[in-house]
């Protein structure tokens, strides 16, 4: 630890400030529900279990359980110097109420899942940050237990409302990406409109047949995107009738979602998706000094104070916990990402197409532990599009058109990342079991799998989570790498996924599905190919696609 001041600290607000500010007489407090006595964080106007709308303050022991932890070795923020120990510990009183925190005057070493820490503040200006040590003599707890065990997302589903689907309204009729490297400076709108115009020639359409535009986010911050609807409606004058842009939403891939849902409804005939990410080029301006990097003195966040400044630790956390449960291990992660290189490999516009070795990947440098630099998706510069087409049109499409059989989206967990499911990336459990409840294939069916992987620990969580492998089996499954590759049970990521192609957000993914359902995949291509599965995002409320060739 660094005698500097951290930042950024958290921004003090009418919710927040008796939670950041109670270190000042050395107590921790929570917010109280008066109705049904239960603990509340994030503090919230209602109670999560009752309802109620009377809420108040309790003062905890500041004693809790180690719920899992990461030693960072990548990320710094001032004050705060890495390598430091990110966790998150479950208060005595009530383990559902999960904390990120640091944990000081212990090494990596000393630590266990489980065991007792106590609360020790650290005053920064006007903030007092919750940071623990462990307990002395060393004892144990009861570690906290899954809000919905991740077996039984499936009970909690909501049934179909009506029996007609949305999906089979629409197909998609057209993809195309742009150029794809490091660093290529060049304008992000300049990516975006290359991807749009590949996508749309590829469907047999002009733009003046574009009567609708959907992306994600909908904004430029940090290299995150090209600026979203309005930008390039700016630039090519579409005048469409229908648009769809923001976070909130399925994932990355929820602009494809939301576009099949426009045309279900008759707003629009032919909508363009599409997602650009300029994060290397953004990057490299930043260090030459021509951009300033986003952020502030101070964060809404929960976890930024504590130096958790990435989804990284986030699902680092997790990770451990899955290898803590079920005897998961780094080489299960490795296998995803050695398949992800071989792949990449037949693939001549992925980034990385170098050989890679188990050895390789045991030895690349720590990111934050269990993931090394291999376990992580790679910055890029790049833009995907996809046109979503009304399904009456595609008999008049120069392509085979790629129909969607179900879609899942429902969220059932916990929408703040630490308090949500314990041993697999958030947001993905719940929606794995919607998607499954539109359709009456099974996993058996699927012929390819295109499985978000902006760390392979997602990956894996969205294999247990669509049923390729069992709840806690995927250190089985995965081994040796037979089960995923192009002629295993369940060919996996086939054109290098974000690992190893390039970070695309997701919509990559799609793209790929695509082409393996049309059969254009080259040297990649998966024999017969006609069902996919395509997931997107996680942490963040998520997506999951199920298509299908057409005739």
Same mark, same amino acid.
């Given at each position: ?366 990111? +934050? ?145 695509? +082409? ?36």
């Amino acid at each position: 630890m660094s005698g500097d001041t951290r930042m950024p600290l958290p921004q003090l607000t009418f919710d927040n400030e008796f939670f950041w500010t109670s270190g000042a007489d050395g107590v921790l407090r929570v917010q109280q529900c008066r109705a049904c006595s239960a603990l509340i964080h994030p503090p919230q106007p209602v109670c999560r279990y009752c309802r109620g709308r009377d809420m108040g303050v309790r003062a905890v022991s500041g004693t809790a359980v180690l719920s899992a932890f990461t030693v960072n070795h990548r990320f710094s923020i001032p004050g705060l110097a890495a390598p430091y120990v990110v966790a998150q510990v479950a208060l005595m009183e009530d383990p559902r109420i999960r904390l990120t925190t640091n944990i000081i005057d212990a090494s990596a070493d000393e630590l266990e899942i489980g065991q007792l820490v106590e609360v020790v503040f650290e005053q920064n200006a006007d903030v007092y940050l919750p940071l623990f040590r462990p307990v002395s003599p060393k004892r144990f707890g009861t570690e906290p237990a899954d809000e919905i065990a991740p077996a039984d997302f499936g009970s909690h589903v909501r049934p179909m409302a009506r029996t007609e689907k949305f999906e089979d309204k629409s197909a998609i009729t057209g993809i195309g990406a742009s150029r794809l490297g490091r660093r290529l400076m060049v304008a992000p709108l300049s990516l975006t409109i290359e991807a749009c115009e590949a996508a749309v020639a590829d469907a047999g359409l002009t733009f003046a047949d574009i009567d609708g535009l959907s992306t994600y986010p909908g904004l430029d911050v940090a290299g995150m995107g090209e600026g979203g609807v309005t930008k390039l409606e700016g630039a090519l004058g579409l005048r469409p009738t229908w648009i769809n842009g923001g976070m909130d939403t399925f994932g990355p891939g929820g602009s494809v979602i939301a576009a099949m849902m426009a045309v279900a409804t008759g707003m629009a005939r032919h909508v363009l998706c599409f997602r650009t990410l300029w994060e290397a080029t953004f990057g490299q301006l930043v260090r030459e000094g021509r951009l300033t990097p986003p952020g502030g003195a101070r964060t809404d966040s929960w976890q930024m104070p504590f130096g958790a400044v990435s989804a990284a630790h986030t699902l680092a956390l997790n990770a451990q916990r899955h290898f803590h449960r079920y005897g998961t291990t780094r080489e299960t992660l490795g296998w995803i990402a050695l398949n992800q290189r071989a792949n990449a490999a037949l693939n001549p516009t992925a980034i990385y197409r170098d050989p890679m070795t188990m050895e390789d990947y045991l030895g690349a440098r720590m990111i +934050t532990t269990p993931f090394g630099l291999y376990d992580c998706d790679v910055p890029c510069d790049g833009a995907v599009a996809v046109v979503v087409s009304a399904v009456d049109t595609v008999a008049d499409r120069p392509k085979p058109p790629v129909f969607v059989e179900a879609v899942g989206t429902q969220i059932i967990e916990r929408t703040d990342w630490d308090q949500t499911t314990l041993t697999h990336e958030p947001q993905v459990l719940g929606q794995a079991a919607h998607l499954w409840t539109r359709t009456s294939l099974r996993p058996a069916h699927v012929d390819v799998a295109e499985l978000y992987d902006g760390f392979t620990f997602n990956c894996l969580s969205w294999l247990e989570a669509l049923g390729f492998c069992g709840i806690g089996e995927a250190r089985d499954f995965l081994d040796g790498g037979s089960a995923i590759a192009r002629d295993g049970a369940i060919p996996l990521n086939t054109h290098g996924g974000q690992l190893s192609h390039g970070r695309t957000h997701g919509m990559g993914l799609v793209h790929e599905a695509v +082409t393996q359902l049309r059969g254009e995949a080259g040297e990649r291509q998966v024999d017969d190919a006609r069902v996919a599965v395509v997931s997107s995002g996680g942490l963040t409320p998520s997506g999951v696609m199920l298509l299908r060739a057409g005739s």
